[in-house]
């Protein structure tokens, strides 16, 4: 009798999503290639203050060839320690004020305020998504809060959890909530305040009217996290990272890929008194960027001096204070060290020198486009290039300095033409791979980022479309 026989098992091979470091490596490779195609060239640069502040523009009409400087794939790597480098700031922020806020989270404040918040809200705990977006989208158009906002992260996810969401719904609160702020940016002192410092417009100028664009980008970003945020917890399995969500439940403390969850605990009068030194760091950065300019490392010593503060009146002692620093400073290697990576882009654009033609060959392309699509053209030139200049005040120094006497030639106001810059600079933060920010928000978060531009992109083409409909209406209108 013949025996049936069975075929072999065959295992079907699914995609992996590469690695946020590989994404990232790629690109820079991409920018190193850039340089062997693209002719080098660059502006002439001068030294000017704007707002009080010497920064160096590069000068319009100064557009020049110069001899080819293709970066090999030695320097290439060299790139990325020298991106590390260029972003010492940046990097040095983000592992001390996370060390801080660790100290803030070890006396059990954090768990006392959400144990608060349940009881406060109980029910209604939805509420809580408006009024936390719109909080941090406040910071984002005072103080430019962008790097700042990553040290919210675990704590709201962490707050979302106890309610019975997901850390997408987490993280979302707080990235989208100042993306949305810094975007619409009436008083942002990075953009805004840069860019028409260049620009020669006056100082936060035109607030009124980005004031309607802000509450469109604001209540789109309300709106769309709610809902997925009601979906989510009716049916977990909806969740853009459901597996980790099953993976956190089925285990004990964290797990590994996110922060840890609550303990929760009462109020107390010690943990008051450490929310209010929190509130009081986070008033004087405040108050150190409008009234002396503060920036990164001014803004990291007041935190530095919050974390010692706080862990005495939180009852850690020096020893403990101190270990809680360390601990919340290894938890954000991750993010931190690959706004080094991230800077390398640049760092490679500008060794190959071609960055300033890629610009001159952009600005070409938007003075031939017809009527209010030149805004628009504008508005899209700037969203290209902050995928290699992702760092606002940057791209504001490069860019301004040809967009603002581009403006004059084809009959924009600059006062449009500093719009089209504070949308495209600010709207694709929330999703391109080399912001910093972003990535180091989602590593401490433990989400892959494809999975957030999963759930991200319905609201990016519609921010973009905000945007677009306003820099044109800006334009029509004649807005000075």
């Known amino acids: 009798m013949a ?18 470091y590989a994404i990232i490596l790629a690109i820079i490779a991409f920018a190193t290639a850039l340089t062997y195609v693209v002719p080098a060239g ?9 707002n009080g502040v010497e920064r160096t523009l590069v000068v319009d009409g100064s557009y020049e060839r110069v001899d080819p400087a293709p970066v090999s794939v030695f320097e290439m790597f060299q790139a990325i320690p020298n991106g590390l480098v260029a972003g010492s700031q940046i990097v040095f922020y983000i592992f001390l004020v996370a060390g801080a806020f660790a100290v803030v989270r070890e006396t059990g404040a954090i768990e006392g305020l959400v144990s608060k918040l349940i009881k406060t809200f109980g029910k209604r705990d939805q509420l809580l998504i408006p009024v936390l977006m719109t909080t941090f989208s406040i910071l984002g158009f005072t103080v430019g809060m962008a790097e ?7 704590i709201v996810i962490a707050i979302m959890w ?29 953009t805004v305040g840069i860019a028409q410092g260049i620009a020669e417009v006056q100082l936060f100028s035109g607030w009124q009217f980005r004031l309607v664009p802000y509450l469109f980008f604001l209540t789109a970003a309300i709106v769309f996290v709610m809902r997925y945020a009601a979906k989510v ?26 922060p840890a969850e609550l303990d929760l605990q009462k109020l107390t009068p010690r943990h008051t008194a450490v929310l209010l030194l929190l509130a009081g760091a986070i008033g004087l950065n405040m108050f150190g960027i409008f009234s002396y300019g503060w920036f990164l490392v001014e803004m990291t010593a007041v935190f530095i001096i919050l974390a010692l503060v706080a862990g005495l009146v939180g009852g850690l002692g020096v020893n403990g204070t101190f270990d809680a620093f360390i601990d919340g400073m290894k938890g954000i290697v991750f993010g931190a060290i690959i706004v080094g990576f991230a800077r390398a882009i640049l760092v490679v654009l500008e060794d190959g020198v071609i960055i300033h033609t890629i610009l001159e060959w952009l600005a070409g392309l938007v003075s031939v486009l017809p009527g209010a699509l030149i805004a628009v053209g504008m508005f899209v030139v700037q969203l290209v290039l902050n995928l290699f200049i992702p760092s606002g005040s940057g791209q504001a120094a490069t860019t301004m300095p040809i967009m603002a006497p581009l403006s004059d030639l084809v009959g924009v106001d600059r006062q449009v033409a500093v719009l089209a810059f504070q949308y495209g600079d600010g709207l694709s933060n929330s999703i391109i791979p080399t912001s910093a920010a972003l990535l180091a928000s989602l590593a401490i978060a433990g989400i892959p980022y494809e999975k957030w531009v999963k759930f991200l992109w319905p609201l990016t083409l519609t921010w973009v ?6 820099v044109v209406v800006a334009q029509l209108i004649g807005l000075t």
């Open 148 to 154: 700042e906002a990553i040290v919210f992260v675990p």
């Open 42 to 50: 660059e502006f002439a640069t001068e030294t000017r203050e704007v």
């Open 162 to 190: 106890s309610f019975g969401y997901d850390r997408i719904t987490g993280a979302a609160i707080v990235i989208l909530g100042a993306a949305a702020g810094f975007s619409g940016g009436m008083f942002n002192p990075f």
């Open 233 to 258: 917890r009716a049916t977990p399995e909806r969740s853009v990272v459901a597996a980790l969500e099953r993976e956190r439940l089925s285990e004990t403390g964290p797990d590994g890929g996110g």
């Open 3 to 20: 025996t049936a026989t069975t075929a072999p098992e065959t295992k079907e091979k699914r995609f992996v999503f590469p690695h946020t």
């Open 465 to 470: 479309a905000i945007a677009a409909v306003s």
